[in-house]
Structures are given as structure tokens and as C-alpha cells.
């Protein structure tokens, strides 16, 4: 089972498995290898200790591609803002070469907060902000908080937006504003981990699917497949039942 740690605009993989078929999906990706580490986009092998990668771009990962883990980071959230402004720029990849502090001490032994502060640490060496600021309006406080607790986890963002008295288009804006990622977006991503940990509980995946305001266990799977390139019997640990 790969481990997966969830955080507010992205999630940590550290992967079982060591390829994968020629793939996209939305999310940015940020490989790191303390060692090195290459993979293959755009039919091109890129190579590096760091290696971003944009979203919706064709890549291939295989045994020897040496990498220790990678972030999948939603694409509309200021962190994927900021690595297309001081990386990127109109590139579909990018790769950093020179050693970086932390990138190569094995974060597969560090428990899931000391693994979260590393990858802080090495996005602040690279001058990536990190900072999360205080949610200043109290409705996108409630907003968070409902979503968080589950009772609010099966919503879609109009039935939020009534329930907070705003109209779909200001909430949208205020929550990017406060919040650095899509409430479309977060909603997703919660409702993936919120899977996730029913299912490494010891539920069953239809259940998780379910509680987790997913449709059935093949919409499961589809979103995660579509959202990450991840197969969900790897990220959930059972064959879909």
C-alpha cells in the first residue's frame, strides 16, 4: 500500500509501486530523489534531484526512474502559482540539479508531521511560501469547519453556497482568496481522504465511497484515478468491492 499523507493544496505519495503507464491528470507533480531522479515526459527524460512537472502533461515513470516521493499539487493553489512563477514560467517541466537540504533523508521513517515539515522546509528553500494565513471571513471559517467535521462533505459547492447566504460565483472568490485553493478542489481532496482513512480503518470501500460523498466505488476509483493517476486499489490498499 503506498502511504499518503493529505495536507490542504496537496498530497504526499510515497509509492509501492515503481511504474507506472503514459498518464496526465490535473494535478502538478513535484518529484524528489535524494539520489537523483528522472522520468520520461513528453516522450523527453528529464532528470534532476527535484523535478516539477505541469499539470495535464503526458509522462511515464519506470524501475529506475529513483525517486523517493512526490507531491500532487492542485494546480489553482498558490503554492502551483508560485513554482509556475520562479520555475516554470510557460515550460511543462522543470528540473533542479544542485543538492537540496532535506531531500535526502528518508521521509518514509519520519512520522506524517515531521514528513510535512520537511517538505516545508525544502519548498521554503526553494522560496515557496507556505505560510497559511488566518481565515479572516467567517463564512468560509464555517465553510472549512463543516467540511472538515463531514457534515457538510457530501454538499456540492451551490448547496454551500446557500447555506452561507452567498451567491456560487462570491464564494468561489472568497474562498480562493482566503483559503489559496478551489472549494471545488478542496472538496475533492477531502472527500479522497476521508475515504482513505475509513478504508486503512478497516472499512469497506463501498462504505468509505459512500460516507465520503462519492457516488458509488467506481466514481471512487475514477476520481482518484482522473485526479492523480493513481489506481485506488494502491492508494486504498483492497480491490474495489
Same mark, same amino acid.
Given at each position: 500500500?503506498?502511504?499518503?499523507?493529505?495536507?490542504?493544496?496537496?498530497?504526499?505519495?510515497?509509492?509501492?509501486?515503481?511504474?507506472?503507464?503514459?498518464?496526465?491528470?490535473?494535478?502538478?507533480?513535484?518529484?524528489?530523489?535524494?539520489?537523483?531522479?528522472?522520468?520520461?515526459?513528453?516522450?523527453?527524460?528529464?532528470?534532476?534531484?527535484?523535478?516539477?512537472?505541469?499539470?495535464?502533461?503526458?509522462?511515464?515513470?519506470?524501475?529506475? +526512474?529513483?525517486?523517493?516521493?512526490?507531491?500532487?499539487?492542485?494546480?489553482?493553489?498558490?503554492?502551483?502559482?508560485?513554482?509556475?512563477?520562479?520555475?516554470?514560467?510557460?515550460?511543462?517541466?522543470?528540473?533542479?540539479?544542485?543538492?537540496?537540504?532535506?531531500?535526502?533523508?528518508?521521509?518514509?521513517?519520519?512520522?506524517?508531521?515531521?514528513?510535512?515539515?520537511?517538505?516545508?522546509?525544502?519548498?521554503?528553500?526553494?522560496?515557496?511560501?507556505?505560510? +497559511?494565513?488566518?481565515?479572516?471571513?467567517?463564512?468560509?471559517?464555517?465553510?472549512?469547519?463543516?467540511?472538515?467535521?463531514?457534515?457538510?462533505?457530501?454538499?456540492?459547492?451551490?448547496?454551500?453556497?446557500?447555506?452561507?447566504?452567498?451567491?456560487?460565483?462570491?464564494?468561489?472568490?472568497?474562498?480562493?482568496?482566503?483559503?489559496?485553493?478551489?472549494?471545488?478542489?478542496?472538496?475533492?481532496?477531502?472527500?479522497?481522504?476521508?475515504?482513505?482513512?475509513?478504508?486503512?480503518?478497516?472499512?469497506?470501500?463501498?462504505?468509505?465511497?459512500?460516507?465520503?460523498?462519492?457516488?458509488?466505488?467506481?466514481?471512487?476509483?475514477?476520481?482518484?484515478?482522473?485526479?492523480?493517476?493513481? +489506481?485506488?486499489?494502491?492508494?486504498?490498499?483492497?480491490?474495489?468491492?
Amino acid at each position: 500500500m503506498s502511504r499518503i499523507i493529505f495536507c490542504q493544496s496537496y498530497i504526499v505519495v510515497m509509492p509501492t509501486y515503481n511504474k507506472t503507464d503514459i498518464h496526465k491528470h490535473p494535478f502538478m507533480h513535484l518529484f524528489f530523489g535524494g539520489n537523483g531522479c528522472k522520468i520520461i515526459a513528453e516522450k523527453k527524460e528529464i532528470q534532476g534531484n527535484i523535478i516539477m512537472l505541469n499539470s495535464n502533461i503526458k509522462h511515464v515513470v519506470n524501475e529506475e +526512474c529513483g525517486y523517493d516521493f512526490f507531491l500532487l499539487i492542485e494546480p489553482t493553489s498558490n503554492i502551483a502559482e508560485q513554482l509556475t512563477d520562479k520555475y516554470l514560467y510557460d515550460n511543462n517541466y522543470y528540473a533542479i540539479t544542485e543538492n537540496m537540504e532535506g531531500v535526502a533523508k528518508d521521509i518514509k521513517s519520519l512520522s506524517d508531521e515531521e514528513a510535512i515539515q520537511l517538505i516545508d522546509n525544502v519548498l521554503l528553500n526553494m522560496d515557496i511560501s507556505i505560510e +497559511c494565513t488566518s481565515i479572516k471571513d467567517a463564512r468560509i471559517a464555517q465553510v472549512i469547519s463543516k467540511i472538515i467535521s463531514g457534515e457538510w462533505l457530501n454538499y456540492h459547492v451551490k448547496e454551500i453556497a446557500k447555506s452561507v447566504f452567498l451567491s456560487e460565483s462570491r464564494l468561489t472568490h472568497l474562498f480562493k482568496e482566503e483559503v489559496g485553493i478551489s472549494l471545488k478542489s478542496y472538496i475533492l481532496i477531502r472527500r479522497m481522504e476521508h475515504a482513505y482513512r475509513l478504508v486503512s480503518s478497516g472499512e469497506k470501500v463501498t462504505y468509505a465511497a459512500m460516507e465520503s460523498g462519492f457516488a458509488s466505488p467506481a466514481h471512487l476509483a475514477y476520481t482518484c484515478k482522473t485526479l492523480t493517476g493513481i +489506481c485506488m486499489t494502491d492508494v486504498l490498499m483492497n480491490s474495489i468491492k
